[in-house]
């Protein structure tokens, strides 16, 4: 089942959802010649490249939305550093870092559901800065209106990221304070500057895979540039705080599903990578992808830029 699946992707055709539902049914017995597959159309569409990025929490905390899954959201008790917008200094140090690691690009979050004007302008000028380093600047910055985004690209932005998050059915049972229809609003914005657009979604809240596969096809219609992949990483405090992690081969399995799905686009791993991966974080290549967010998230610790290197190079890949 599989393979004939994997022929029609590599033979240029778009799987069908009743393909998806077959991939996600595959059995543990299966699930290695699933990775097989997935590592195949990952080297016929995207080569050998692992694109990294890295971020920076740039404004953290108080933010009025009700994400339940998020340490920085007004229902959340978790216990987190709270501050402003940084400066401009702070984003430019930490994006020197992430040069020096091996990523190719930097992305500037806030929390909140947007940025402010005042706010918008000194971001601007942090994205020029990140540009003059040699680094692709990527922003986070909730949702923005089409004006506001040509703004920063005329700053430099080269990618704005706004994550779907789960599927539109879904998406009630984990926000209420902004709707799904919101974020595509942003999406649309994104698409109409000419800005590359990352988006992508977090899997572990409770969706099922009818879910999954809904909001792979979403984003097949929305057609962004690159596809982050987040675990969900259950942080006290926060409604979702005694959810169990994903198993391991669960997660791989998403992602092979996505590469599969969406064959040709970056597929970045990202929030929750280790914690939910453990000693099977070595597979997620030959499960498909071919981006990495490097360096420590918004709110808990990462990996070392050198270990993911490392990885990198032992598959014979190339980072950039």
């Not at 994104?190 to 879910?211: A, I, M, N, P, Y």
């Amino acid at each position: 089942m599989v393979s004939s699946i994997e022929k029609k992707v590599l033979d240029g055709e778009l799987i069908s959802r009743q393909d998806a539902l077959s991939i996600s049914s595959v059995s543990d017995n299966e699930i290695f010649d699933l990775f097989c597959s997935a590592n195949m159309i990952r080297e016929h569409f995207r080569g050998d490249r692992v694109d990294l990025c890295a971020i920076i929490n740039a404004k953290s905390g108080a933010c009025p939305e009700d994400c339940l899954y998020c340490a920085q959201s007004v229902r959340s008790s978790a216990e987190i550093k709270t501050f402003p917008l940084v400066e401009k200094s702070t984003v430019i140090e930490k994006a020197s870092e992430a040069r020096q690691g091996g990523a190719k690009r930097f992305c500037i979050v806030t929390s909140g559901k947007k940025a402010s004007s005042r706010e918008l302008e000194k971001i601007a000028e942090m994205i020029s800065g990140v540009r003059s380093l040699g680094l692709l600047p990527c922003a986070t910055l909730g949702l923005l209106s089409g004006e506001e985004l040509l703004q920063l690209k005329e700053a430099g932005l080269e990618r704005y990221h706004h994550n779907l998050e789960t599927s539109e059915r879904f998406f009630p049972e984990i926000c209420t304070t902004h709707t799904y229809q919101d974020k595509m609003k942003t999406i649309r914005e994104v698409k109409s500057t000419g800005l590359s657009l990352c988006s992508g979604g977090l899997f572990g809240l409770g969706e099922k895979w009818e879910d999954r596969i809904d909001m792979a096809f979403a984003l097949r219609e929305i057609d962004p540039d690159s596809i982050p992949v987040n675990f969900l990483m259950p942080i006290k405090g926060t409604r979702l705080g005694t959810q169990e992690t994903l198993h391991p081969l669960e997660a791989l399995k998403i992602i092979a599903l996505y590469r599969f799905i969406l064959p040709d686009k970056e597929i970045r791993v990202c929030g929750g990578r280790m914690q939910t991966l453990g000693e099977f974080n070595s597979f997620i290549f030959l499960a498909g992808a071919d981006g990495l967010l490097v360096g420590n998230y918004l709110t808990t610790s990462g990996r070392d830029f050198e270990d993911d290197l490392k990885l990198i190079s032992q598959f014979g890949l190339r980072a950039g």
